[in-house]
């Protein structure tokens, strides 16, 4: 069974930055897309960004330029969110993409001055 686990999230200012981190274990890792999602309150989870199993990074509209998607060779996926807005306030999660229906606890972003 593949698991998630996120961390680094926090609160920033708008204009700051967070740097999240997701630990996962999963044997296929290496060979899998990887993504990043966010669920605000009262919505679904939305798609943010994934990163290919060569390393090659998708974002969607409203996170690109401002966000970077990374992974190592191991089991570990970033995002480093610069620039970050008060809309970006979410639980974020990491999970294959497409996802599967499992995730893990994530890990709560807030921007507010």
């Known amino acids: 069974q593949v698991q998630f686990v996120e961390s680094g999230g926090g609160l920033a200012q708008p204009g700051g930055s967070l740097r999240l981190s997701c630990a996962v274990s999963?044997?296929?890792?290496?060979?899998?897309?990887i993504a990043w999602y966010r669920q605000a309150p009262g919505k679904q989870h939305e798609l943010v960004a994934h990163?290919?199993?060569?390393?090659?990074p998708d974002y969607v509209d409203s996170v690109n330029g401002r966000f970077t998607i990374s992974r190592d060779n191991k089991n570990t996926v970033y995002l480093q969110m610069n620039n970050l807005k008060s809309e970006d306030t979410a639980v974020y999660y990491c999970?294959?993409?497409?996802?599967?229906?499992?995730w893990g606890q994530g890990t709560q972003v807030t921007v507010s001055s």
């Open positions: 990163v290919a199993p060569d390393g090659n």
């Open positions: 999970n294959t993409f497409p996802n599967l229906n499992s």
């Open positions: 999963d044997r296929y890792f290496r060979i899998r897309n």
